[in-house]
């Protein structure tokens, strides 16, 4: 994998020196290719994320030839690493467009680059509020809150989230006592904010969240949580955690006797290879479902449909499908789609404006930024995709995500019904 | 019932603290050299048993007895190739060396096997608990505890009752005298960082199970290790296990109050320690 991001990246520099040259003849010269920048969590606690990163991006060459040539940078799984790497694509390689996947960790230090040198900027894969107003100079204060020029994001927001849940926990009888995982990091604060986030929601719902408080991530020991979510005999358990403190807490739960009926935890079980490390104590447990190979929707780019993208996958690398499947290929669908709509792709100002018209049927659904469903601060530069609830079932030995809740989105099919740890 | 519960867990965790520090304790007391590349070599040690174990697929508990041999190669091979030509009167040299190895050992870490985290799969063993009436305990942390109780032992009689012992003793105190009595200080000393390599392993062992590790974590477990000895005392190997569990405890008793102050509760407790006693809980008698 490694080694295949390498070579890409030397290919595409080489072919970069190629372009540069015959850039000296008029501007835009017949067969000069258009430079995208992508920055995902390629190694480092998110890795998982981006598993799919050289599939989608070798079906994206496939599909338009000799039109656009990719620069994929690493982030490391880290804020500093993504912001540097933003710059080297805008200073180094002189993109016309970044695109950026995976947890507000690597999103928002692109994006706020990007809109800061005015180079446009497509992300996905994180709630929308911790990337919209985790990029605001003050999140505290809705007053302050800005528009942005270049910047523009696709994907569900916590209220989703919060229906899925606690549609997921009303299929069956508990005693209504969350406990709730909030780590400091930028979902975490948002996802326990005690204003905006999960706890007051839930309230409204029945569910009282139990909230020790904000912990560091890749900490050594979860006794503290642990014994606050026993103390308020908790039946549920929710938050979103990084992979591998997931396996650090569940581990721990287990050891200390603190066994809910049911987990519906974000970020942490989105992956098959999650559930191999925590082994057969991952069975249903649920979490949030972006997407699956039964989702009714299809590519613009390939025709596509989610199953037979999610068999091409597994085809290619002998690997089960993972979610970001379908959104990683979604952001190269939406650069093709917005780059045939511009005249200049160099021309930032235009860029943004083909994006902030998009109107494009994707793998991941509709997407348009017109601000439906959602309040009018974000309505600019976010359009929300749909989101369902899903439990990890293994069967014989292979783990598979059922779509148990659908009743936020009805499109999408379910698989079953909730089943209790 | 709570309470009982968060400081022995914290008592818990405090074995894998004082497993990180035995080894660095161990060197420090012989021949004066603060290894600041110690908590690299730790992760360095968690790759080489992640290694093996997919390479042969073995259980983590039988891979490191492959992985121990290897370490100790490395430690005395390390002390004999490089540390001992630094050491001497001046203090600087060897800190800059190692300061140097563990920037070095980091990167080829990185470079070999990416920043991926990454964890020893102990399988079912990783879930087992043990009920103790009120309280459950889960059976990796208290074999953590056991073990460093059993690493602490065993370095005292190694110390203390052995001929091994006397001649760590003697360099320690006096190296030119020591080799008047026949004792070559450079064999002695390699054969101190080995041993000590041997107890990294075994801490390498319980940290990759209870945790994830990744190439850049060994500096912040240096700390606890460091933090561990000089609560202690310095020098003194039961000193160390009471600095690991004065450690541990302040990290679970400040998440119980409030998560946020789980890392700064252990290194509150460390100054704390050094204003009451700066010469740690079990200092050496003379120094």
Redesign the interface.
Known sequence: M?MNRRRLIQTASAGGLLAASGLAAPALAQGARIRIGYVSPQ???L?AFSEADQFVIDAFAAATGDTFEVIVKDS??NPNRAADVAQELIIDDAVSMILVASTPETTNPVATVAESEGIPVLSTTAPWQPWFIGQQGNPTDPGSWRPFDYAFHYFWGLEDVIAVFAAMWDQFDTNGQVGGLFP?DGDGNAWGDPVNGLPPAMSERGYTIVD?????N????F???I??FK?ANAEILTGVVI??DF??F???A????FNPKAASIGKAILFPQSLE?L?E?GHNLSSEVWWTPTHPFSSSLTGQSAAEMAAAFTQATGRPWTQPIGFVHSLFEMAADVMGRVDDADDPDAVAEAIAATELETIVGRIAFDGAGLPPFAATNVAKTPLVGGQWRLNDGVWDLVVVDNSTAPQIPTGGRMQPL | MIWVDTILQGVLLGGLYALFAAGLSLVFGIMRLVNLAHGDLIVLAAYLILGVTTLLGLHPFLAVFLAVPLMFGIGYALQLGVLNRVLGDDILPPLLVTFGLSIVLQNVLLETASADSRRLPAGETAVEALNLGPVTVGLLPFLTFASAIAVIAALQYLFYRTAMGRAFRAVSDDPVTASLMGIRPASVFALATGIAMVVVTIAALYLGMRATFDPAIGPSRLIYAFEAVIIGGLGSLWGTLAGGVVIGVAQTVGAAINPEWQILAGHVAFLVVLLIRPRGLFPRAVD
């Open positions: 490694s190694s480092g606690p890795a490391q799984s400091n020790p408080g904000r912990y560091q890749l900490t050594d020991d006794t503290a949580q014994n606050a103390a992979p591998p396996t650090t569940w581990n721990q287990k050891q200390q006797g490390a082994g104590s």
